[in-house]
């Protein structure tokens, strides 16, 4: 998904700054003292960031996680042993704009590559490539006007936009029908769901601050795990601990005691908790968590996304960048294995909402030739050069239930700031509650921030 951190092109906060995310949320967080312990909920990159946070300033810390791996929803999966070709079944892209993303990559030693598209589409039987492809010049200078104009809307102003939906403010702009089916089918892929359960905040907001590829821009060389497994080395595998799923929080006098379904249990003096909405709520908490709390994470929804990666013999694509936009079922296509050498290649489909789960019941052979058949305008029979796929259908995931955050109407201004409070000795952290949610940025600035408000 994609939220654009607009706040920074537009000046209201420096590149690079530290505890950007909702100060607010720490506001009575009591620092620790020399010789404390924190416990971190998570293993994700936003866990893993908060832990090297810690580890750089020289404090104790334990990382507790549910799976039997690291990583949380990035996941660089081999897909064909003989030739290497790798794709990402969950985070995707580094954007331009990712500051703190790009300068840990550069810290820790990791190159990222161009993985920047030119967009295809495919309406109603008809392809149409980036050269022939005709806007509405009228509604795009309109469009533009918009997006530059958000940036110095006042507060009220914005909060006004996050009472409507998305597509309803398009609407009431004027927007064109053709141009209102591409805005549909290209800004659910960066939100997971329909423009109809956006609001119109999140959506301007999208795209007002992006990058000129809308932050599809890179990716890590090697593929994405190689950002975990760095983080990993550092932060130092004897202090992650595996699946380890949390069932119980205590919180007692000036320490946090962790009990996990295995039975075993952990001290600590802080807390910090990387962990999604579901799996926040699958634990008990003792106290329990604010009211307000727990109903702001009950209504916090998760996109429903399936990425499904086919292996091709061959690139009949012939452009090494090229992405489409359907009507289909698969709804986004995008060459994945672009910068991977090699005769083989891999087009994975991207599918949202109510099509993601419709999809994901389909067999593997059956996946395989609905993407073929949805690709048959465009280059006809291609099933013969389909050799093998592998899918991932968040929603299915028992810990997520779903790939990232989406704010509906009235939630980005209504239940964002409570999720995000500090409680008692507990920090919280995550994609869902970072300026730039949905993204490994958003994990990784809310982690690290959370680590220096428990440093002070």
């Not at 309803?168 to 141009?179: A, C, K, T, W």
Request: net charge neutral; proline share 2%; charged share 25%.
């Amino acid at each position: 998904m994609q939220r654009r951190n607009f706040l920074r092109k537009a000046g209201f906060l420096t590149t690079g700054a530290l505890l950007s995310h909702s100060t607010q949320a720490y506001q009575n967080v009591t620092p620790i003292q020399k010789g404390d312990h924190v416990l971190i909920l998570g293993a994700g990159v936003s866990g893993l960031s908060a832990a090297y946070m810690l580890q750089k300033r020289g404090v104790a810390y334990t990382l507790l996680e549910a799976r039997s791996r690291t990583g949380g929803r990035i996941l660089t999966h081999t897909i064909d042993k003989d030739t290497g070709l790798h794709v990402e079944l969950g985070a995707e892209w580094v954007g331009a704009s990712h500051k703190r993303l790009l300068a840990l990559c550069k810290e820790l030693g990791l190159e990222v590559e161009d993985h920047s598209f030119r967009f295809y589409s495919l309406l109603q039987g008809q392809y149409t490539t980036p050269d022939t492809y005709q806007p509405d010049v009228a509604w795009d200078k309109k469009y533009k006007g918009l997006l530059e104009g958000f940036l110095t809307k006042s507060e009220k102003e914005k909060k006004r936009l996050d009472k409507i939906d998305w597509w309803r403010y398009l609407v009431s702009q004027g927007i064109p029908d053709r141009e209102l089916e591409m805005r549909e089918l290209n800004d659910s892929t960066d939100f997971g769901e329909s423009i109809r359960n956006v609001s119109a905040y999140s959506g301007i907001s999208e795209y007002a601050g992006s990058s000129a590829n809308n932050e599809m821009d890179f990716k890590i060389k090697g593929g994405n795990t190689q950002l975990i497994e760095k983080l990993t080395e550092k932060v130092g595998t004897d202090k992650i601990l595996k699946n380890k799923k949390v069932t119980h929080v205590y919180q007692e006098n000036k320490q946090v005691r962790v009990t996990c379904k295995d039975g075993t249990a952990y001290t600590g003096h802080k807390l910090i908790c990387t962990l999604p909405a579901v799996a926040v709520l699958d634990i008990q908490w003792n106290p329990v968590l604010p009211e307000l709390q727990i109903e702001a994470l009950q209504q916090l929804q998760y996109a429903r996304i399936i990425k499904s990666s086919v292996l091709f013999t061959e690139r009949f694509w012939k452009d090494e960048a090229l992405s489409i936009v359907s009507d289909t079922l698969p709804h986004y296509f995008f060459h994945t294995t672009k910068n991977q050498p090699g005769s083989k290649g891999v087009l994975t489909s991207y599918t949202i909402g109510d099509k993601a789960h419709i999809f994901s019941r389909l067999s593997t052979e059956q996946k395989i030739s609905r993407i073929c058949q949805s690709l048959t305008p465009a280059f006809g029979d291609t099933e013969s050069l389909a050799e093998m796929a592998v899918c991932y259908y968040w929603a299915d995931d028992k810990i997520t239930q779903g790939a990232y955050a989406i704010y509906d109407v009235n939630q980005w201004y209504g239940i964002r700031e409570v999720i995000a409070q500090s409680f008692k000795h507990v920090v919280f952290a995550g994609e869902h509650i970072a300026e730039w949610q949905g993204f490994m940025e958003g994990a990784i600035q809310t982690g690290e921030d959370a680590a220096l408000a428990l440093i002070g």
